[in-house]
């Protein structure tokens, strides 16, 4: 009966990995289509760092839901290879690479393109510095407690 038990819980924990590590490739093909691996690496830490940030929903899936901050949680797949990729690079930072590798956003929770007017204007109210630049994208911590809407 134990056995049946844990078979249970490890088939659950695998099914709720297999969801996170989907959400997190959906993230990285939408994001970081120009295929370079460190761009996608750096969209998965801004969602991972969203986690242990009181603010935000703590699983990748409420995160690209959440407040509809990603526009594209309903298109479909378009381009298989670049989704293989994606979802090759989102299982290998899911399982290892968010323990064994820096973050090169430095702690950032947002990012976007390069000429993004609203994170432009909000970097210079202040509401938001500035940590890296990675691929076609700047990364930025906020600096409030709660992020304007």
Known sequence: CLLLLLSSQT???QTQANEEI????KAMYFEAFEGHEDSKKAVG????????NDYFPFSYCENIHWKTQF???????????????????ATYMYYKGFFQEEDPTHGSTFFAS?????????????????????????Y?????KKVAD
């Open 71 to 89: 526009p594209w949680t309903n298109k479909g797949i378009l381009n298989k290879k670049e989704w293989d990729r994606s979802l090759s690079v």
């Open 114 to 138: 390069k000429e993004d007017g609203w994170f432009i204007h909000m970097i210079k109210t202040s509401q938001f510095e500035k940590k890296s630049e990675i691929g076609g994208h700047r």
């Open 140 to 144: 930025y911590f906020w600096k409030s």
């Open 11 to 13: 088939a659950q924990a």
């Open 22 to 25: 989907n959400c997190l490739s």
């Open 45 to 52: 830490w801004v969602l991972r760092n969203r986690l242990f």
